[in-house]
């Protein structure tokens, strides 16, 4: 387990950039990992985690949050309007609004349910043709749209194309969300974190790094 390693290379990145450690969210992303490399990481009383699936999330969280307490749950994979209500109960932020029906799913739950988990817009920042996300030049009327149904928008995520440095696409993120007004930025993993710390992201999405290679 080398949390304690990934959040000293935190502090220390966040130092190099003149940020400040609180703002910046180390999310454990624990999809696809066995209980024996999670279990660890929860006694040593780490408690915001990320997952990619629904259906899976929901099939180990509730054991784990029964025997550990109160857990923050992030959802940082595309959820189906089918799945919305489910991840509501289940997430405390959703990093994966990529879509008007999804938003509009999303509103019409959180008035029923009287409340709604944070959520980040993913933009697809490589303008990727398989990749989920709201292409750049379409972010700002997005994320309009989403305001203007009271959806608690925080801020935005990205995924970077693979063989792309990362960096440039965490300054096109970081101005996008300057330009609306969101605070949160939801970008780097496990092999460009202390890149996107440098960036500006408040929500570092590392999974490998802490847990080991998933199978
Ligand atoms: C799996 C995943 C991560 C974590 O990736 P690592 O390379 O293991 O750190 C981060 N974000 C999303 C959206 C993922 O699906």
Do not use: Y
């Not at 990934?6 to 624990?30: M, N, P």
């Not at 990320?50 to 949050?65: H, M, Y």
């Amino acid at each position: 387990m080398s949390l304690s390693e990934i959040q000293q290379r935190v502090t220390l990145a966040a130092r190099k950039a003149g940020r400040a450690d609180e703002s910046i969210h180390l999310i454990a992303v624990s999809k696809e990992q066995p209980e024996s490399r999670v279990l660890p990481v929860l006694e040593a009383g780490h408690r915001l985690f990320g997952e990619n699936r629904v259906q899976e999330a929901a099939g180990k969280w509730p054991d784990w949050r029964g025997r550990f307490g109160e857990v923050d749950l992030h959802l940082l994979g595309p959820l189906q309007t089918n799945k919305a209500r489910q991840a509501m109960g289940l997430f405390q932020a959703i990093h994966s609004l990529d879509r008007p029906k999804l938003a509009r799913t999303l509103a019409r739950l959180a008035q029923e349910m009287g409340s709604c988990p944070q959520l980040f817009v993913q933009v697809n920042t490589g303008v990727e043709p398989q990749k989920a996300g709201i292409l750049p030049a379409e972010a700002d009327a997005f994320i309009a749209e989403a305001r203007g149904m009271d959806l608690p928008v925080t801020g935005l995520m990205c995924l970077p194309p693979v063989d792309e440095d990362p960096a440039a696409h965490f300054a096109l993120l970081a101005q996008i969300a300057a330009r609306n007004g969101l605070s949160d930025l939801s970008m780097g993993m496990s092999d460009d974190f202390e890149t996107a710390i440098a960036r500006g992201a408040t929500h570092l999405r590392v999974g490998s790094a802490i847990f080991g290679a998933r199978r």
